[in-house]
């Protein structure tokens, strides 16, 4: 078994390319491990992002399906985006579900995080973290249906019927993770 606290540390070698754009910063690098080979590594630095499950009257929402260019077609998706420099992951929550949904912030009733750490996107490609919330919006506001095209029961059976429609993992994973968390209460 080997303590990973005293494993030594890849060292970065050089950094061969760097490319900027308001989306993204890639590198190209070559880092030594610890056997003093070298490799090649390349990998993205992206904001962190948001992903929240909004539930209203034990119904959950999602606004219409969005055109995802990485897999070619119309998809639902629960309401999510980016956290701005110098914004926190609950800070970015009330833009979103206003850009999104057409909701307010004073139509949020409570707001919970699923994780406060962030889960890695994909920690070999990306520094990326994804943050869950769950938005229980008050029970007497009133929804435009422009904004909230889909709806889903919040019981077992709902639950099912929306995995079957979702192929955002990351929107898969909040659903799961908050469905799971519901089971266990």
């Not at 880092?31 to 993205?44: A, C, V």
């Amino acid at each position: 078994m080997t303590d990973s606290t005293s494993e030594q540390e890849w060292k970065l070698c050089d950094r061969f390319l760097e490319i900027h754009s308001r989306w993204f910063t890639l590198f190209g690098e070559h880092l030594e491990d610890t056997q003093g080979q070298q490799l090649e590594y390349w990998r993205i630095e992206k904001a962190d992002s948001v992903i929240i499950l909004p539930i209203h009257n034990h119904q959950i929402l999602l606004p219409p399906p969005s055109y995802r260019p990485g897999v070619n077609q119309m998809t639902l998706d629960f309401p999510g985006g980016r956290v701005l420099e110098g914004q926190t992951p609950q800070e970015a929550v009330p833009k979103i579900l206003k850009r999104e949904l057409c909701i307010e912030i004073t139509d949020i009733a409570e707001l919970t995080p699923l994780n406060s750490q962030g889960w890695a996107v994909n920690s070999s490609f990306s520094n990326q973290k994804l943050y869950g919330f769950v938005a229980y919006l008050r029970d007497d506001i009133k929804l435009l249906p422009e904004f909230v095209t889909n709806t889903y029961p919040t019981t077992s059976e709902g639950i099912q019927d929306l995995l079957k429609e979702l192929l955002c993992l990351q929107c898969r994973v909040i659903l799961l993770e908050w469905w799971n968390s519901a089971l266990r209460s």
